[in-house]
């Protein structure tokens, strides 16, 4: 069985990028992100997208001078040791993540949906159905994703129009939340909120061209970003900064504040369906490309025996932190330090080295593009 | 000597004690020692087998040479000398027969299994052989008639053919009359065996259709499939003449593909029947027509039908590499043959288009697809397809585009409250009472007060009791199935409400939810969306909306992973690609300029961007004036 990922084209590429980015926006981060910058919480994640375009567009120059994937352009332009690190540090985000995602997707099932069940089952239920969809290929996680994204970005509009009632326009002022300068460098800091972006330069040869990687990630990006954003600023017209500062789980209360007539109320159930299969797809892609860069990395044959174990270690990960509290520190820590940092140190490392590279070679490109 | 008192002893002791009935003893089929003993036998046989048969070949040889010379000594006792060199042919045919004698087929055919053999020149020879191949005297089938073609001298030969599966008049009339009434002038070349065989076909037959065979494979494929089999003496070949004509239900109304407009033609039994239906419609000289054989014991022929200038050739050629891949011994469904070729069969959903209509059949071939039909199924299964073409009926190419568009979407509807309304009912009533208003809420709660049972035995309950009825109505004969089926579920459903075992809302979710799955056309699609919803009602009562959303997700990412013969399953929406204005959305007829992309034609483009040209011309009789 072959780890080859699949053949993939734009509409495919931006969906996973898309929902790799999405599933905070279910989370209690835009809480965070309000108690932090306060009202400025919606441009701040605009600046945060426009960093990753930017580090999106370095990344096309990349793979111009040098074709591959991840790891083969990592050992091209880094040597072997630098392309281990470069993995090892990709690996890390991405089991990091969908650790930090299933046990908070499992708290909140827990929160919202089954207070009931326990706790462990979740995790164990989250982590059977993520590694069976894993197991089906990253080109169906990927084709899935495209077809459930149209619906899935329409019932966010949906609650989002819903709420207009109770939009309060005066919320949103003022836009400087506790000022221009703290908000920007919140925003420069929260960029590693899209590391997962990098999605598609891992599996950069399934694209069909630099141009197709291009455009899916920006376009991934851009409109992640743009329903992030707006999701932000309905959320703080609708609560006020005091109010959305205290919530744990911002869309599931915007959910619960829907009421337009008896009989169109209280929908936040019907939500779940929603949040569920959005925070599946992306511990699922998270899971895969986690295991992917481990079959390159150590040049194994087949990918998918190493998935049920990953997804068992995920899990065990995910039942490490005493409590919610705690895991919601750690993604904030995470994101801000490690995930950031990466993001911002990988990508100028491996421009200036294919830079230096390109020069060295006379300013001659190997892509076709 | 019997007197009163030993009679009257006899009476009373037939009376009072006890016989054992006279039964026969039981039949018991004791597998293990009819396998030793046929071992055994076996064993035995095949030491001697091989020796008996040489023996047996010679013997024949040897008489038909005795019967040669005690012809010849009859007439030089006569002095008919002149007879004499009629037997010049007899005789060259004994040289022929002689050569056929090389040590080395002599010892190859003691040893092979009648159906490797050859034709032999002895006729004696072949007729042993199609005894012990059609196991005569126990098969009343075969009939093997022996003739005297009268040539100079006459030339005895046999025609062998299963009763039943030829035409007696085709038989009578168009073989056995032209063959025993041909004048032994017209022999040309003197009879030699090489233009004996020729002049029979060309002069003498004139049946449409006559192939020469050579072994015992295709002389069986023949009479199998009801051509008549001459052997000649002293020709080492047969002659398989076209006399087919079983007896075949003809060309009727579709049963579960009715439409209101279009054809109501539908497939019969007859491969023939059905490849003439879909070149009657689609009549093209670029329509193909290849015949494949498959299964090892019955030789079941499979037709592939595509249009060669659009059809792409990789998808023609791997259709035929899985058919002719297939090692069985009998395919005697179009089904098992779709299980046994496509890319996932364990997966429910279904990977080729199944339809008893030709029409349907050439929209597709037209589109670029490929055909396959099995001979005595009356389907015919088109490859590759996409989930949406599972939604398509035969009327949709009759309505308007916005008709047929409504239409479809509420199909899909319908697929979606199949799998999905009672898996809702049961979450939202678990878990997730507080997403429905408070009355229906309340509504609910009052019609369950009374249920003794949880909704989920009661939705089990309902959904085993109308699978029941449905499966019930399929089987009980004629319209009967039909009435008894509306009774049964009309009646069942009212006690069952009376009685308090079920609410009336879940009788309603499941009469809609069945009501809605016979509404997806195809039936092996409606199949699997009945099956798949027990494991999604399954995950609902165990963990309400979380478990139907994980369900309809991983279910979502199945099919995304199917391919139908190389085509993505989901074709055109994910991998998006585009589309021929007819998926879902069906556009006006005049606007689907393209095949779909995903069938990657050969000629991609149906129809020129103005297809109405006549739009470009002035009216005959003059513009309107205002």
């Given at each position: 069985m072959s780890y080859q990922p699949g053949r993939m084209g734009i509409a495919e590429g931006m969906a996973l990028v898309f929902i790799i980015l999405l599933p905070r926006i279910f989370l209690t981060t835009p809480a965070n992100d309000a108690a932090t910058v306060a009202t400025a919480s919606w441009w701040m994640i605009i600046v945060s997208g426009l960093l990753t375009i930017l580090t999106i567009i370095a990344w096309v120059y990349i793979l111009q001078q040098t074709p591959g994937d991840l790891f083969s352009i990592s050992e091209k332009l880094l040597g072997r040791i630098g392309a281990w690190l470069v993995t090892i540090t990709c690996i890390v985000f991405f089991f990091l993540n969908a650790a930090l995602l299933l046990r908070q997707f499992a708290e909140n099932t827990l929160l919202t949906a089954l207070p009931q069940m326990e706790f462990s089952f979740i995790i164990g239920w989250y982590a059977f159905v993520v590694a069976l969809g894993a197991l089906l290929g990253l080109e169906a996680l990927a084709r899935g994703t495209y077809l459930l994204l149209p619906i899935s970005v329409f019932s966010i509009l949906i609650v989002l129009l819903l709420l207009a009632p109770n939009y309060?326009?005066?919320?949103?002022?003022?836009?400087?939340?506790?000022?221009l300068l703290p908000s920007l460098k919140h925003g420069i800091q929260n960029a590693g909120t899209n590391f997962g972006a990098l999605i598609l330069v891992i599996v950069a040869p399934a694209m069909q061209n630099v141009r197709t990687f291009k455009w899916a990630s920006i376009l991934g990006i851009m409109g992640c970003v743009f329903l992030k954003a707006l999701s932000i600023m309905v959320f703080t017209m609708v609560f006020g900064i005091v109010v959305a500062s205290e919530k744990t789980l911002p869309f599931f209360e915007m959910a619960r504040l829907v009421y337009l007539s008896r009989y169109l109320q209280r929908i936040e159930a019907l939500f779940i369906i929603l949040w569920v299969i959005v925070g599946l797809l992306g511990i699922a892609i998270s899971l895969y490309m986690g295991a992917y860069l481990i079959t390159r990395l150590l040049k194994l044959p087949a990918l998918q025996p190493i998935i049920p174990l990953s997804a068992y270690i995920i899990a065990q990960l995910a039942m490490i932190p005493p409590d919610i509290a705690t895991v919601i520190r750690i993604d904030g820590f995470v994101i801000a330090n490690f995930f950031t940092t990466s993001l911002f140190i990988l990508t100028p490392l491996l421009l200036v080295a294919s830079m230096m590279k390109t020069i060295k070679k006379g300013g001659q490109s190997c892509s076709s593009d | 000597m019997e007197t009163i008192f030993s009679k009257t002893y006899k009476y009373l002791k037939n009376i009072l004690v006890y016989k054992p009935p006279h039964t026969p003893t039981p039949f018991v089929l004791d597998d293990k020692s009819d396998k030793t003993k046929a071992k055994s036998s076996m064993r035995l046989e095949n030491g001697l087998v091989g020796q008996a048969e040489e023996l047996q070949i010679l013997l024949r040889q040897a008489k038909q040479l005795k019967e040669v010379l005690e012809m010849a000594a009859k007439n030089l006792k006569a002095g008919q000398f002149t007879h004499l060199t009629q037997m010049k042919t007899v005789v060259k045919k004994l040289a022929a027969i002689k050569s056929e004698r090389s040590p080395v087929r002599l010892a190859y055919d003691a040893v092979s299994q009648p159906d490797d053999r050859q034709v032999s020149a002895v006729l004696a020879e072949n007729r042993a052989l199609l005894e012990k191949l059609y196991k005569l005297p126990h098969n009343k089938d075969i009939i093997i008639r022996n003739l005297i073609l009268p040539f100079a001298p006459p030339i005895k030969a046999i025609l062998v053919f299963l009763d039943g599966m030829v035409d007696s008049k085709t038989l009578n009339l168009a073989v056995l009359q032209p063959l025993m009434y041909?004048?032994?002038?017209?022999?040309?070349?003197?009879?030699?065996i090489g233009s004996l065989t020729a002049q029979i076909i060309e002069e003498c037959l004139p049946a449409n259709q006559i192939n020469k065979a050579v072994d015992y494979q295709s002389v069986q494929h023949g009479i199998n499939s009801g051509d008549s089999a001459l052997f000649i003496e002293g020709v080492p070949e047969a002659i398989l003449i076209n006399t087919r004509g079983m007896v075949q239900r003809g060309v009727n109304k579709p049963t579960t593909e009715q439409t209101v407009r279009g054809s109501q033609a539908s497939f019969s039994e007859g491969l023939r029947i059905n490849t003439a239906l879909i070149r009657g419609t689609l009549?093209?000289?670029?329509?193909v027509t290849e015949i494949l054989s498959i299964g090892k014991k019955t030789n079941t022929s499979c037709a592939i039908m595509y249009l060669e200038s659009v059809a792409n050739p990789m998808l023609v050629a791997e259709l035929k590499r899985r058919i002719e891949g297939i090692s069985t011994d009998y395919m005697g469904d179009i089904g098992s043959l779709q299980q046994f070729i496509e890319?996932?069969?364990?997966?429910?959903?279904?990977q080729a288009l199944s339809t008893e209509r030709p029409d349907r059949v050439c929209v597709h071939l037209a589109e670029g697809r490929v055909a396959f039909i099995l001979d005595g199924v009356p389907l015919a299964h088109i490859v590759p397809v996409s989930f949406f073409t599972f939604f398509h009926s035969a009327e949709d190419f009759s309505f308007k585009a916005i008709a047929s568009t409504g239409l479809r979407i509420l199909r899909l509807a319908a697929a979606f409250i199949t799998l999905l309304l009672p898996s809702l009912y049961l979450a939202i009533n678990y878990f997730h009472q507080e997403a429905l208003p408070t009355e229906i809420a309340l509504a609910i709660a009052g019609a369950r007060e009374k249920v003794p049972f949880p909704a989920l035995i009661e939705i089990v309950l309902m959904e085993f009791s109308f699978e029941l009825i449905r499966e019930g109505g399929l089987r009980i004969p004629g319209v009967l199935g039909a009435t008894i089926g509306i009774v049964g579920a009309l009646i069942l459903g009212q006690a069952a409400v009376t009685a308090n075992i079920v609410s009336p809302i879940v009788v309603i979710i499941i009469a809609l939810a069945g009501l809605a799955s016979f509404a997806i056309p195809d039936f092996q699609m409606a199949m699997a969306f009945r099956i798949i919803r027990f494991p999604m009602l399954m995950l609902a009562a165990t963990l309400g909306l979380v478990g139907v959303a994980s369900g309809f997700l991983l279910l979502v990412l199945l099919l995304c992973s199917m391919k139908s013969f190389g085509m993505p399953y989901m074709l055109p929406i994910a991998p998006r690609v585009e589309g021929n204005l007819d998926v879902v959305v069906r556009g006006p007829v005049f606007h689907q300029e393209q095949r779909p992309d995903g069938l990657n034609t050969k000629d991609t483009i149906k129809q020129p961007a103005l297809s109405r040209e006549w739009l470009k011309e002035k009216p005959l009789g003059g513009q309107d004036k205002p």
């Open positions: 309060d326009t005066y919320n949103l002022a003022p836009w400087q939340g506790y000022g | 041909f004048s032994p002038d017209h022999v040309r070349d003197g009879g030699t009549k093209s000289s670029e329509l890319d996932h069969p364990g997966n429910l959903f279904p």
